[in-house]
């Protein structure tokens, strides 16, 4: 066993909080990864003979000095996990994780603000502790965050809904996603991702039973394509899990896009479950939520959460608003996975969604400028950039510095370079798509973002 890998485990740890850090490096990903040697070398070992490692190099507890009872006690035994999550094995973002520690990199892969929230919304939550707001909140939401959130989509989408019967509170987007999965979706339902997609999607539709089915939006401009998604739909088809601005590439989808997506949904009988967490986070053109289309509410979940509006992604509040029939499976789902979201943090977040519009005008000014430092200095030095419309991630080809892969790159940059990104093939359920892209996030601090770019402007060569 390889002696310093109770240590990645440990930061495994850390970092696992964030579901872009469990973002899997997935069995199917080893045969593309495989030529990046040392990321893999120790997962290449449990992979290939698909037999997951010992308990003892997973553990998480326990120091490098002395491990606990339990842990020799396990010690040897094999990792037990059910099979439908047997292939989400994590590792790249803890090895990436450990490197940059290791290597001092500044870190421009995770996507989570080094700045913090608005005093304000930190104020309603303190205060809130103070006045006893401390017990089991309603479980679909306490009736102020209810309504504050019915209160924002109808200002942001023009539509009215009932706060009471059509807005869900749960613990972050994820548990949005999860419970909406979870309640609305059959073992054996059919449901389409648009590729690359966000990590939490193919693990959750695993654990219910699903079939997915990938459509692949491809560079430069990853427009939908519109006849591989017509043929994609077949009688099985329940849903379509789709995020607008999207997670990796920043891509906003187009008015004609969810124009044509909603008309195959409608023509077909399907659902659509709409991530639209960076909706604030929307640059070059206004964000559209695919329940604003004609006939679209009554069939789309729209899925939100206060993270990356109010920076504030440790908080883990988020919502589910969709027609009372869909509603039910959401909450019936949402009842026995959580029960309630923590309760002062509702309160600070009914707050938080009355803000002011020139909050949101201030927020998107201060990231079009991040964006800017980004976006030119990654140009500046070599990279092709792809124009990114909303979140606040920016995805590169990488080829021109002639690695092999998104791996392999990503590895040399946090060594030889110093900087953090995040390699894309772990959000493809084919890697090879992702093998030349890298994506970057601009939600840093200035200062930080200059001096990454500073550090790739002088240490990156063009082959
Ligand atoms: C597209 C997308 N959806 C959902 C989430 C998770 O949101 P939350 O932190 O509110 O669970 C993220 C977080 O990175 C995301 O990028």
């Known amino acids: 066993m390889n002696p310093s890998f109770p240590s990645l485990m440990q930061t495994q740890c850390t970092w696992s909080c964030h579901h872009e850090m469990l973002g899997a490096l997935r069995s199917k990903s080893s045969s593309l990864f495989a030529s990046s040697r040392h990321l893999l070398r120790q997962f290449a070992a449990g992979s290939g003979s698909r037999r997951p490692p010992s308990f003892a190099a997973m553990s998480t507890a326990a120091t490098e000095k002395e491990a ?21 094995k994590t590792t790249i973002f803890t090895q ?65 809904v009932d706060p009471e019967t059509e807005v869900t509170v749960t613990s972050g987007c994820t548990e949005a996603i999860a419970a909406t999965i979870l309640g609305l979706i059959n073992p054996g339902d ?10 939490s999607y193919e693990a959750t539709l695993s654990m219910a039973g699903a079939d997915i089915k990938c459509i692949t939006l491809r560079p430069p401009d990853f427009a ?42 409608i023509e ?8 639209e967490v960076y909706d604030k986070l929307a640059f070059e053109m206004d964000h559209i939520s695919m329940a604003s289309l004609p006939g679209m509410y009554d069939r789309t979940v729209t899925l939100n959460s206060l ?17 009372p029939h869909l509603t039910w499976g959401v909450r019936q789902a949402h009842s026995f996975l959580t029960f309630a979201t923590n309760t002062p943090g509702q309160w600070a977040a009914a707050a938080a969604l009355r803000a002011p519009d020139s909050y949101y005008v201030e ?8 964006k800017q430092i980004l976006v030119e200095g990654l140009k500046e030095a070599g990279f092709k950039v792809f124009p990114s419309s909303g979140t606040y991630f920016v995805v590169v080809d990488h080829t021109p510095f002639g690695l092999e892969n998104d791996i392999a790159f990503c590895e040399f940059l946090i060594k030889e370079v110093g900087v953090v990104a995040i390699p894309t093939s772990v959000f493809y359920l084919n890697p090879e798509e992702g093998k030349n892209i890298v994506r970057f996030t601009f939600c840093k601090d200035e200062g930080t973002l200059r001096s990454a770019v500073e550090r790739m402007k002088a240490k990156l060569k063009r082959t």
């Open 68 to 88: 606990s009872p339990n842990q020799k006690e396990s010690a040897g035994k094999p990792l037990q996990v059910a099979k439908r999550l047997e292939k989400f």
């Open 96 to 160: 990436m994780s450990m490197l940059a520690i290791k290597h001092g990199a500044i870190n421009l892969g995770q996507g989570f603000p080094n700045f913090d929230g608005p005093e304000f919304v930190k104020e309603a939550a303190i205060q809130a502790i103070r006045d006893g707001k401390n017990q089991y909140a309603r479980g679909y939401g306490i009736p102020d965050l209810n309504s504050a959130i019915a209160a924002r989509f109808k200002k942001d989408s023009g539509l009215v």
């Open 190 to 199: 059919e449901v389409i991702l648009f590729a690359p997609f966000y990590d």
């Open 224 to 265: 939908v394509p519109i006849n591989e998604l017509r043929s994609a739909i077949s009688k099985k088809t329940r849903a379509i899990l789709m995020n607008t601005p999207h997670n990796p590439t920043g891509k906003m989808f187009t008015r004609e896009e969810l124009n044509e997506i909603a008309s195959l949904c």
């Open 268 to 275: 077909n009988d399907v659902l659509v479950f709409s991530d």
């Open 307 to 323: 993270g990356k509006t109010f920076s504030l992604t440790g908080w883990k509040i988020g919502w589910a608003i969709a027609p």
């Open 363 to 370: 927020l998107r000014r201060d990231y079009a400028t991040k």
